[in-house]
């Protein structure tokens, strides 16, 4: 299982950016999909998350501002950022919890990281 993740770039504050990223190879099922965020300096931090079952979790900070979805025919989770602040600027990572067999448990499983720069 691989999960290439796209979308990052440079934004002006108040700007908008959608990531996105998918999920290849055999897998059973995908019970959660997520995004994370790591700026320099900082811990890896939890910005959003949904799961099979639709469920969806938000950093405070980015609540109101930041839209997680998925699509599970494709595989893939974006995350819609919009009134993009200068904190949000970070490496962005996408996490799926996969099962890849059936009866086994799930594996955590990262995508390369895509950077957003959030300057004027």
């Known amino acids: 299982v691989q999960l290439q993740a796209s979308g990052g770039g440079l934004v002006q504050p108040g700007g908008s950016l959608r990531l996105s990223c998918a999920a290849s190879g055999s897998m059973f099922s995908i019970i959660v999909m997520g995004w994370y965020r790591q700026a320099p300096g900082s811990q890896r931090e939890l910005v959003a998350t949904?799961?099979?079952?639709?469920?969806?979790k938000y950093a405070d900070s980015v609540k109101g501002r930041f839209t997680i979805s998925r699509d599970n025919a494709k595989n893939t989770v974006y995350l819609q950022m919009s009134s993009l602040k200068p904190e949000d600027a970070a490496v962005y990572y996408c996490n799926m919890k996969i099962i890849v067999r059936r009866f086994t448990d799930y594996d955590d499983y990262w995508g390369q990281g895509t950077q957003v720069t959030v300057s004027s």
């Open positions: 949904i799961t099979s079952g639709g469920t969806i």
